[in-house]
């Protein structure tokens, strides 16, 4: 494999090899043993730097099955010894969360909605400090509901937003609301942007994302078991979303955004719309054409990597 382009992550040598993982809990330096339960990981029963010391990437996604294909289809893009399909699942001790290591790049699962990537993101983080990894750069993979964009167009996301349009995420600590940033690392998000246009059939455009605590009302669906709201009411909201530059909806890029903020993580939310949500609520596409949708943002993230390790010009 090609060696990793050092000037690809900034200008400063010294700054580069210094940028470890961190963590934001003194206590962790206490303990004897940190036991990351949902992964089947511990610092006492596990070598993590032998084992994932070399992670420059990191990917997660929803689902199980999507972060395995990915798994096995960055495997033939790295052009890797072995067999892709007999890559072995890390976290098979547990049925939380899937976790693949091809070469330098992570594949895990996060289950749907914020309380489930918030676990996954906690335990994933301290792996990273524990294995001494640096100048990781992480992204999450995903499907969504465009705002005013054509099904299939992936979305890189500026600002994660919250149900009122705001770049930030509120988190509950001892009954006291705290509120971090969302903001994503705009050197990536361009890069990224940058590169899709050197890929075929990915229209891509950069655009806030807006994260909902659910899938239907949260959402403005008008197709869930419970809806309060008029269609038009529905329609204003998705207009405001749109002025305030919101391009699609998901579910898990506030906290995703603002962990990787606080512990000082380069990272980038890529997700395809499926449907444009101004023309509906339900996904209509055929599935080989959600299929192929869904490999979208697969496809200009392994393009990405491919050009962070200088395997390709």
Not at 84 to 96: H, L, N, Q, S
Not at 184 to 209: C, F, H, K, M, R
Not at 217 to 234: I, T
């Amino acid at each position: 494999m090609a060696p990793i382009l050092l000037n690809c992550m900034g200008n400063d040598h010294n700054e580069y090899i210094k940028q470890q993982v961190q963590v934001k809990n003194p206590y962790l330096d206490t303990m004897e043993e940190d036991i990351l339960y949902h992964f089947s990981l511990s610092t006492k029963t596990h070598n993590l730097p032998e084992m994932f010391g070399d992670i420059k990437f990191v990917c997660v996604g929803g689902s199980a099955n999507r972060m395995k294909a990915f798994a096995q289809f960055i495997h033939q893009e790295l052009e890797l010894p072995g067999n892709p399909d007999e890559i072995r699942d890390i976290c098979e001790g547990t049925d939380r969360y899937c976790m693949y290591k091809v070469g330098p790049v992570l594949s895990i699962s996060h289950g749907m909605g914020v309380p489930s990537i918030s676990i996954m993101l906690h335990e994933l983080i301290k792996l990273l400090h524990h294995a001494q990894c640096r100048d990781v750069v992480l992204f999450r993979l995903g499907t969504s509901g465009g705002v005013g964009l054509a099904p299939g167009t992936v979305v890189i996301t500026e600002k994660a937003v919250d149900y009122s349009f705001r770049p930030q995420f509120e988190q509950v600590v001892l009954g006291k609301v705290i509120t971090r940033s969302t903001e994503l690392d705009e050197g990536v998000a361009n890069e990224l942007l940058q590169y899709s246009s050197e890929l075929e059939n990915l229209p891509t455009v950069i655009g806030n994302t807006m994260c909902t605590h659910d899938f239907y009302e949260g959402q403005g669906r008008l197709d869930g078991a419970l809806c309060s709201f008029s269609h038009e009411e529905k329609l204003e909201y998705l207009r405001k979303a749109y002025e305030a530059g919101v391009r699609n909806i998901e579910m898990e890029s506030t906290v995703f955004a603002a962990m990787c903020r606080v512990c000082g993580l380069k990272a980038a939310v890529i997700c395809v719309a499926l449907l444009n949500r101004f023309d509906g609520d339900q996904i209509t596409s055929s599935h080989d054409v959600l299929v192929e949708y869904q490999q979208r943002p697969q496809v200009l993230v392994s393009h990405f990597i491919k050009k962070r390790l200088g395997q390709i010009a």
